[in-house]
């Protein structure tokens, strides 16, 4: 038997990359201030910039898109996803929204009031934003393990069950319901065990507390489960992540990232009287419950990316991918994340570039040095993303200084991923002729997106 293990699809249709120069790379690089959202995609050679609405669709999704039913209410293709829904999320009520954060709005404005604080194991950047947005403390309960990277863990999403009880214990009064990402995306896209997932329910029902469940990744963390547990191997990736929204009474979900979409996403409750208030508030800001800011087309499109996610061939090659690429960057020394998560790849920029300031910002230099030299383009979630002023003006930084490069689902292949190790490989071996940046404009807020920087000289 080979040992490879090819891409479980052909290719049908072609999108051809631009191949660049170095030169034209520097000037693009330059006029981009060093932001890499501010380069076009033509300029682009391997984008690892989001796994988020990036995923090529199958011939099947494409078929369906051709029939999706554009009716206003009642559309065909609803009914359809509706039904495939209730199957994977094990909820009656299916509220169609046009992305994530859509779906946490609509949640969070009737939950979340002034004051209430909400656990979770790792919130996403946009579910902490809509939750202050309501007045609401986001709270983050990760286990420590979590803050280690070259610790191995095979579950570092967990949720740390003491910190909660405590938590709960301390302030029960002012907790609407508890949250559960799957897999952690702010924390490296790690999944989260069954078994914690259980305690962190039962600790819920101690409390009386709902238990909401962040689901964008859950193929990928059902099988981690089945690879990683104890006890999971012999069940199908479906069993499992039916059991886990089981644990749920309300799931959130964005069909860019799990559904195979490039647009959409899922509010699923069991809850008929919420089910209602939020139907009824999805008229004013989304539509009505028969599409909810999607037309049919893409609710065609996400029915059957949702049928294909839990295909465990793909799911072994998504995984694998990303392991693959982790494996031979960690044999090179190279400062990576580990283990490998779901979605994506992490270097730690300040062990790469030791010799570069924090206010420096050795994470912008990576994603310049990276592009450079290769046209790849990652993002940095370190020291300018989640980095911020006190009152004198002086920075304060996060724990981890890191650079995520995610992948899109079944559109690179492992000559890619060899292309980038190589590229990352070449970047780390000369690391001491690269210089920092300063901000030329900085962002207000979420500073990563906008910022734009100079080299130090
Ligand atoms: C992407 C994401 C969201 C938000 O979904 P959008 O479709 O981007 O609005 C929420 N939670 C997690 C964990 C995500 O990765």
Known sequence: MSKILFEPFRIKVVEPINISTLEQRAKWLRRAGYNMFNLRSEQVMIDLLSDSGTSAMSQEQWGALTSGDEAYAGSKSFYEL????????????????????????LVFSVLVKPGMKIPSNGHFDTTAANIADNGGVPVNLPIPEAAYPREFHPFKGNMDLERLEKFLHKEDRSVPFVMLTITNNSGGGQPVSLENAKAVHAICRRFGKPLIIDGCRFAENAFFIKCREAGQSARSALEIAQELFQLASIITFSAKKDALANIGGLVCLEDQELAEKLKNRLIITEGFPTYGGMSGRDMAAIAQGLKEVLNEDYLKYRVRTIEW?????????????????????????????????????????????????????????????????????????????????????RVYTEAHMGYVTDIVSEAFEERAKVRGYKFKYEAPVMRHFRSTFEPIE
């Open 82 to 105: 509706e039904a495939v829904a209730r199957d994977i999320f094990q909820k009656p009520y299916i509220i169609p929204v046009h992305q994530g954060r859509a779906g946490e709005h």
């Open 325 to 409: 690429t982790v494996e031979r960057l960690n044999a090179r020394d190279i400062p990576v994340l580990m283990p490998a998560g779901g979605h994506a790849f992490y270097l730690d920029a300040a062990r790469f570039f030791p010799h570069i300031r924090p206010e420096h910002f050795p994470g912008i230099a990576l994603t310049a040095e990276v592009y450079l030299r290769g046209g790849i383009r990652g993002v940095e979630l370190g020291n300018v993303a989640f980095g911020a002023r006190d009152e004198h003006g002086n920075h304060v930084f996060p724990v981890l200084d890191l650079v995520r490069f995610a992948l899109p689902r």
